[in-house]
C-alpha cells in the first residue's frame, strides 16, 4: 500500500513532478519531430480513407473537446474546494466535500489531470507519450492515496463510508450521494482553473486552424492567466 501512497515532499511539490514528467516526455522530440497526434492523424486519414489534413482535425478535434469537458469538470470541483485548497501545497483534510462532482467521484481534479496528460501527449513524440500515459496516471494514485490516508485519519468512518459509497477515479453517471447543501463559488472555481482553460483553448483554437502557435500560446498564457486569476480574486468582490 505504501508504494500507492505519495509521500508529503512529492504531495507539496506535485506540480513540479508532473511539470518534470512532461518536460522529460518531450526530450525525444530533438529527434522524432512527428508528434504522435500526427502518427495518429496518418493512421485515422488511411482507416477512413480520408484527406490527412482531416485527419488532424478529427484527432486533434476529439482531443480538445474532452480537454474542455475536463476543464469543466475541474471548475465544478474547485468551486466548492475554492482556489486556495486546490493551489495549496499542504493536505486539507478537516472537511470531507460531498456535493456536486464528489457526488458522482471522489478525485475529478485528478481524473481532469489525466485528460490532460493523453491530450497533451499527443503533441509528443510517440515515445514520450506512452510515458506521459504511463507515468501521469500512476503519480495521480499515489497522490489520491496519500489523501485518502488523511481524510481517513482525520474523518474516520464518514470518509470510509464516502469511499464506499462513490468511485475513486472513473466517474458513475449516476449521483451517488444526496445534496448535502455545499454551494458553489463558481469565481474561485475559474480561478483555480485559469491555467487549464488556457492550454484547452489553445488546443480547440489549433484543432480548427492546425496553426500550431495556438498550442504553444495555451501553453504559454497558462502560468500568466493562473496569476492573473491569482490576483483577481485577492481583490474584494464588487
Not at 127 to 132: A, C, Q
Not at 148 to 177: H, I, N, T
Amino acid at each position: 500500500m505504501a508504494l500507492l501512497r505519495a509521500t508529503d515532499a512529492e504531495f507539496r511539490r506535485r506540480w513540479w513532478i508532473f511539470g518534470a514528467i512532461f518536460g522529460v516526455s518531450f526530450l525525444p522530440a530533438a529527434i522524432d519531430h512527428v508528434p504522435a497526434g500526427a502518427r495518429l492523424a496518418a493512421a485515422v486519414a488511411s482507416a477512413a480513407h480520408c484527406t490527412p489534413t482531416l485527419g488532424l482535425h478529427v484527432v486533434f478535434g476529439a482531443a480538445a473537446l474532452a480537454l474542455l469537458a475536463a476543464a469543466a469538470l475541474r471548475t465544478w470541483g474547485s468551486a466548492y474546494l475554492g482556489r486556495e485548497v486546490v493551489h495549496d501545497q499542504a493536505i486539507h483534510a478537516q472537511v470531507l466535500h460531498a456535493d456536486g462532482p464528489y457526488r458522482h467521484v471522489r478525485n475529478p481534479l485528478y481524473l481532469g489531470n489525466i485528460v490532460l496528460a493523453a491530450t497533451m501527449g499527443l503533441i509528443a513524440p510517440v515515445s514520450g507519450f506512452v510515458l506521459i500515459l504511463a507515468a501521469v496516471p500512476v503519480f495521480c494514485y499515489r497522490l489520491i492515496g496519500r489523501e485518502q490516508a488523511a481524510l481517513e485519519a482525520q474523518q474516520g468512518e464518514p470518509f470510509r463510508a464516502y469511499m464506499r459509497a462513490v468511485p475513486r477515479l472513473w466517474p458513475s453517471l449516476r449521483a451517488r450521494l444526496p445534496p448535502s447543501g455545499g454551494r458553489p463559488d463558481w469565481r474561485s472555481g475559474l480561478a483555480a482553473e485559469a491555467f487549464f482553460w488556457s492550454y484547452a483553448l489553445g488546443l480547440a483554437l489549433f484543432a480548427l486552424t492546425l496553426n500550431v502557435i495556438w498550442v504553444f500560446a495555451g501553453v504559454v498564457a497558462s502560468p500568466l492567466c493562473s496569476a492573473l486569476a491569482g490576483r483577481a480574486m485577492r481583490k474584494p468582490k464588487a
